[in-house]
């Protein structure tokens, strides 16, 4: 098969042009055998635009092409990222790959019958199959009408599933409403599932997530529970419209993590909060660490 040049892939759909980039990312990881199978499979899928052909090839693509990593490069991630602001398939397997693939040759130009195809594979599929249903969601046509489908990703109790859609995912911060979104990230403190992977945090924070948080935060003290970190980056950028009660016990009495959480995500303007973080030497700690860096602080 030859792959296109740049100017045909700017030229192709985005459902053509992502099918495209997922056959080279695969062609570069597969033996021959498993190339020539996965490409029969999209052909025949495109071509009879038949589900149970989907679901054939999606049941068989871990034993036809492994489960090794994509393992992409800074490059292709680069092109990832082009295909779809956001896109991000640092953590897809080869199988995933293919699955999305698979989704995608079925799409025949019909949003409404692509959406109900979409249902019919999820209510059938087991949870290896799910995962990519869901990870490929930055790629799928039809994003307003696939919506719910997303929802019902966010309210999985399997955290696997739930991370294919609320990790490394552009899709929520761009489609969901206020209060999908906040029943995404509070989900993520049920599942102990981290923020930092989460896309939009900042940019999709809002006063009714800081209250229900801060709601959670007093829950967990009163049960002697331990809290995220992570919690405080959604509570502190609120500082106005929650007030400052909950950070100061933070600043007192909680952990390096926590204290170092608020001063990271603290506003810019003056504060008794900013003051405090000031005089504790938080905020230029925090500054020179990631997320996953100031996880690592003793809790």
């Known amino acids: 098969m030859r792959h296109p040049s740049l100017e045909e892939m700017q030229a192709l759909t985005p459902t053509a042009s992502a099918l495209s980039q997922l056959d080279i990312w695969i ?5 021959p055998e498993a190339l020539l199978w996965f490409r029969l499979q999209c052909q025949q899928i495109s071509t009879a635009k038949q589900e149970r052909d989907v679901y054939r090839a999606m049941g068989m693509a871990s034993r036809k092409l492994g489960k090794l990593d994509l393992n992409l490069s800074s ?13 991000d398939p640092s953590g897809w397997s080869v199988d995933i790959a293919a699955r999305v693939a698979f989704i995608l040759a079925s799409y025949a ?3 409404t019958q692509f959406a109900s ?12 199959e799910l995962i990519a249903l869901y ?3 930055p790629l799928y046509p039809a994003a307003s009408v696939i919506e719910h489908r997303a929802r019902e990703a966010i309210r999985s109790s399997m955290r696997p599933i739930f991370e294919a859609m609320a990790h490394r995912n552009p899709y929520p911060m761009q489609a969901f409403d206020e209060a999908a ?9 049920f599942l102990d599932s981290p923020l930092w992977p989460v896309q939009g945090l900042e940019q999709r924070n809002n006063p009714a997530l800081a209250r229900i948080l801060i709601d959670l935060a007093h829950e967990r003290w009163a049960a002697g529970r331990a809290i995220s970190p992570e919690l405080w980056r959604c509570v502190t ?3 106005d419209a929650v007030g400052e009660a909950e950070l100061l016990r933070v600043l007192e009495q909680g952990s390096m993590a926590e204290k170092l959480a608020i001063a990271k995500s603290l506003p810019v303007h003056d504060s008794k909060i900013h003051s405090l973080c000031q005089q504790q030497d938080l905020i230029a700690a925090a500054a020179n660490m990631s997320w996953q860096q100031l996880l690592q602080e003793p809790h």
């Open 27 to 31: 062609a570069a990881r597969s033996t």
């Open 135 to 137: 990870s490929g969601f």
């Open 109 to 111: 130009g019909d949003e």
């Open 117 to 128: 195809q979409l249902d019919s594979i999820a209510d059938s599929a087991e949870i290896n």
């Open 181 to 189: 979104w906040n029943q995404m990230v509070v989900k993520c403190f």
């Open 75 to 87: 490059d292709e991630l680069a092109t990832a990222n082009s295909l779809r602001p956001g896109f």
């Open 237 to 239: 950028p609120q500082l």
